[in-house]
């Protein structure tokens, strides 16, 4: 049994800080205001009150206390849409200046004038070095940290939001600035210590009707901002009633900065598998469901593998693992990954296409297929469930197809909501090849 409590835990979750007894914040009361249409979530934490925010001065410095005023009266952005960024706890390796201190803010259920967006708040964990600036946003950097940072984002989700998409400002509409009445905006980035985190997002997943938590590990080529609007976003699609969480390894955010991704995401390893053992901990009798895209799955694969080794009795709680366009050499997969995958006893959904241009660039620089290619390439173990999604209308690149493709986050919804496995998912054909099971999307 996961203890939360364990010194083991503490120690490696925040070598820089440890709250202490005196300063612990109290768990905040939620609400899930989620309404009977299922259009959404909606997570109303009461404020702390008391809370230190971080006063950064030089690299890795320690941080100071500042005093940080009450619950806001009321929760609007500002009037240029800039994102408000609080911080509620100290020590965690920032750098830069300090920074204007912010309260985390309660969100409701609506908001906007007469609630024309939606708010989904998810939490993270990453191992970016996080800057503060003298003036302006929180800066999640590309270079890795050496301990993780902990908190929480607040996303809006605009009214006429189409499943899939991230709205975005459109220049030719003549939009210049992001607008939650209109597109899908990071409203708050609140950093937390750990005590928080745990607090909020345990109240979170274990106060829904099937207590779970939600994780996603982005891919290549992705910022912390890029990763913290798709978790929302697939949250909000997929109905999640838990806690959606999200880890942000330091991505380059790039085209360019493949190789250093590679590097990234082999460093961060580690770091996905304590943040993985920290929140299962903090969710006791929460099952855990994980989607993994592109580049991500590197780190994730490993981190499962070795945290089932190390926690052999907390395996039953990955309820869910989905393998999205996988950027790992065949062969290291099959030989190497899935038996440890296999072994968890987990459920295993492994989505791949041949129409995947990024994936395809990714052979011709390795030298060989990806476990997320199709056709001749196309992974068939018994034990993983391989969709074939060369069928499903994508985007230019057609690598993204698991958070911005209707279809795709249709499959999901009856994957994470029902347990339902391939053979009874609506859409799916049937396929075998040398004795082999596998299912494609109906043209």
């Known amino acids: 049994m996961l203890d939360p409590e364990d010194p083991q835990l503490l ?8 709250v202490p007894a005196s300063e612990a914040m109290p768990p905040p009361i939620h609400k899930d ?17 008391g809370a230190g925010a971080v006063k950064g001065s030089g690299t890795q410095a320690a941080a100071q206390t500042l005093p940080v005023p009450g619950p806001p009266a009321s929760w609007e952005p500002a009037a240029n849409n800039d994102v408000s960024y609080g911080i509620v706890t100290r020590g965690f390796g920032l750098s830069g200046k300090p920074a204007q201190a912010v309260p985390p803010k309660t969100a409701p259920k609506r ?40 908190g929480s984002v607040d996303v809006s989700i605009p009214r006429n939001h189409v499943t899939g998409a991230i709205e975005s400002p459109s220049v030719l509409r003549m939009e210049f600035h992001r607008d939650p009445e209109r597109d899908v905006t990071i409203l708050h980035v609140a950093l937390s210590p750990y005590e928080q985190f745990r607090a909020e997002m345990r109240t979170k997943a274990l106060n829904a009707s099937t207590p779970g938590v939600l994780l996603f590990i982005h891919g290549y080529n992705v910022s912390f901002e890029d990763a913290a609007m798709r978790t929302a976003q697939m949250a909000y699609d997929l109905d999640f009633p838990g806690a959606p969480v999200f880890f942000s390894w330091p991505s380059r955010g790039r085209l360019a900065g493949y190789f250093d991704d590679e ?7 580690a770091d996905i598998e304590q943040f993985v053992t920290q929140v299962l901990a903090s969710s006791p009798g929460a099952y855990l469901y994980v989607i993994a895209h592109s580049m991500g799955n590197r780190g994730m694969t490993r981190a499962l593998m070795n945290f089932a080794r190390n926690h052999p009795d907390e395996g039953y709680r990955l309820r869910e693992v989905v393998l999205a366009a996988p950027d790992i050499d065949t062969d290291v997969f099959v030989n190497q990954i899935a038996p440890g995958l296999i072994a968890i006893g987990a459920p295993v959904t492994l989505y791949a296409s041949s129409t995947d241009r990024a994936l ?78 596998y299912w494609v999307f109906n043209r």
Do not use: C
């Not at 120690?11 to 440890?18: A, N, Q, S």
């Not at 259009?39 to 009461?46: C, F, T």
């Not at 590097?263 to 390893?269: F, L, N, P, Y």
């Open 11 to 18: 120690e490696v979750r925040d070598p820089l800080y440890t």
């Open 33 to 49: 205001n989620r309404d009977a249409g299922g259009s959404g979530l909606w997570d109303i934490p009461s404020e702390p009150s």
């Open 111 to 150: 908001a906007g004038a007469n609630g024309r967006y939606d708010v989904v708040r998810v939490f993270f964990g990453t191992d970016r070095v996080v800057s503060v600036p003298k003036d302006g946003p929180l800066q999640f950097t590309s270079d890795h940290a050496p301990a993780v940072t902990f």
């Open 263 to 269: 590097q990234s995401i082999e460093r961060a390893e």
């Open 360 to 437: 395809s660039i990714s052979r011709m620089i390795h030298g060989g297929p990806r476990a997320g290619d199709s056709g001749e390439n196309l992974v068939l173990l018994k034990g993983i469930e391989t969709i074939d999604v060369t069928n499903v209308d994508t985007d230019l690149t057609g690598h993204s197809y698991v958070g911005d493709r209707r279809t795709i986050l249709s499959d999901l919804y009856y994957i994470i909501q029902a347990d339902t496995r391939a053979s009874k998912r609506f859409g799916l054909s049937h396929r075998t090849r040398n004795g082999s099971d």
